[in-house]
């Protein structure tokens, strides 16, 4: 048999194959996944040696489409000088980030609002930022309706500074549902 006729054979062949399974359905990626409105979620930012340990809580908005009420804790926290027993930042209903076929990603205030046992030895010359409302970010993606996982770029509002920040890092965290 030629080449060529051998070639058409093959191809009736696959063609009467199709006709006969019906429509192939193959997946070309991992599908979205949705959170599960209205969910609270916590679990842990891995700070390598910043700080001692780091915990993320947000919530779902009612609806599905946003993250909102983002806080940060961190304990035994350490940046270029500024040391803090204990941080909590945390942004409100106001702050949202879309979430797009279970993905999402936005800006991430600088990280101020109640701080124990801080001090600041000596002024590093932390970097001035245009806004202090935005210079961090975050981003993830839910693995299931109620577990999700990212990244962090954190910032520190030092107490008392204006429009200085200083940069703690970006860093891995997750957070199954509660």
Request: hydrophobic share 40%; charged share 15%; with cysteine.
């Amino acid at each position: 048999m030629s080449r060529n006729l051998r070639l058409v054979w093959l191809t009736a062949v696959g063609v009467m194959f199709l006709i006969a399974c019906g429509p192939i359905s193959i997946p070309l990626g991992p599908s979205a996944v949705n959170p599960q409105p209205g969910i609270q979620m916590s679990g842990v930012i891995e700070v390598g040696e910043k700080a001692r340990s780091g915990a993320i809580i947000f919530a779902v908005s009612e609806d599905g489409t946003a993250i909102t009420k983002l806080s940060i804790r961190l304990n035994d926290v350490t940046c270029d000088g500024f040391t803090a027993g204990y941080l909590r930042g945390w942004v409100g209903d106001v702050w949202r980030v879309p979430v797009t076929n279970g993905s999402f990603k936005g800006p991430l205030p600088a990280l101020g609002g109640e701080y124990r046992n801080f001090t600041v030895p000596s002024l590093k010359p932390w970097p001035t930022v245009a806004s202090l409302s935005t210079v961090g970010a975050i981003e993830g993606s839910f693995s299931s309706p109620t577990e999700a996982s990212g990244t962090i770029t954190i910032y520190l509002a030092i107490p008392d500074f204006t429009k200085t920040a200083c940069p703690l890092g970006t860093f891995r965290w997750s957070a199954p549902g509660n």
